[in-house]
């Protein structure tokens, strides 16, 4: 059995997840993947890449580490990290896999599948494999008037990983903690004035350390990733407050409101008022 359907873009750019590519695999020994990091393959550089195991069982490169996942397991990639998966020949796993973006995400998800490949074991594959089945249906027949469902679908599924999953041990690199925990540190202060340095700093590392094993884990650089994280604050902003784009620019840490349209229009393909506008009824 093989499976691989394709969701057409959705015509909301707003739901904080949605399913690009599910599918699944049944009694293919052959069945095995290996992709370089960041790759623009089905655009896994900008996508989480989930699959969970019903049966039989299969490998899990990480580091030069081989892990056997088997039926009730799973594993997660978070956007760029490099792919390397294969089933047992011997005991070919049947197994389901959704390619899924997600935004604004963070609470639910954590760092789980950023900087390395996140394994788990499911108390209860069955919830979950009901929502996949779901989407699988969905998949087949898709229209427009199922969108919605088709991103409620996925997130009740990811909600039953989260909640339900144990995570399996696996070799980490010392730096993941601190890298995190920036990460963290960047988003919730963000409208402060940041820089790779004091970001380094608050880790113990040095500079060049620092901003290769944040681009590493991450997928993208500090100033990257703290111009993102500002561009969200702005949306909410932009979204729930009436305030003017001078204030808003300010509110979110930028020092001039033409650079933060510059900036805006370029992350999110529209102007501060287009978006307010496409917001609001």
């Avoid at 993947?33 to 089905?42: A, E, I, M, S, Y």
Wanted: charged residues 20%; aromatic residues 12%.
């Amino acid at each position: 059995m093989r499976e691989h359907l394709f969701f057409p873009p959705p015509s909301m750019q707003h739901y904080i997840c949605y399913p690009d590519f599910i599918g699944g695999y049944k009694d293919d020994p052959t069945h095995a993947v290996q992709r370089l990091p960041r790759t623009n393959d089905l655009k896994l550089n900008q996508l989480y890449n989930l699959h969970f195991i019903l049966n039989g069982s299969g490998y899990v490169t990480w580091s030069g580490t081989r892990f056997k996942p088997a039926a009730g397991t799973g594993f997660l990639y978070g956007p760029g990290l490099p792919q390397h998966y294969e089933a047992d020949p011997q005991d070919p796993w049947d197994i389901r896999w959704i390619h899924f973006a997600a935004h604004g995400m963070e609470a639910l998800l954590g760092s789980r599948g950023l900087g390395e490949v996140w394994l788990f074991e499911l108390k209860d594959i069955l919830a979950v494999n009901q929502r996949m089945e779901e989407l699988l249906h969905l998949g087949r027949a898709f229209d427009l008037d199922q969108e919605i469902r088709a991103s409620v679908a996925l997130y009740e599924l990811l909600l039953h990983i989260i909640k339900d999953a144990s995570p399996l041990s696996f070799p980490r690199d010392p730096a993941i903690p601190s890298i995190h925990a920036t990460a963290d540190y960047i988003r919730a202060h963000c409208t402060q004035s940041l820089s790779v340095a004091d970001m380094a700093e608050f880790t113990g590392y040095s500079v060049p350390y620092f901003s290769r094993k944040f681009h590493q884990f991450m997928g993208k650089t500090v100033t990257a990733y703290i111009l993102e994280s500002r561009i969200l604050h702005a949306k909410q902003l932009l979204v729930s407050t009436n305030k003017t784009i001078k204030d808003i620019a300010i509110a979110s840490g930028f020092s001039q409101s033409s650079y933060f349209i510059q900036c805006f229009r370029k992350v999110v393909h529209m102007t501060p008022e287009q978006f307010r506008a496409s917001c609001r009824p």
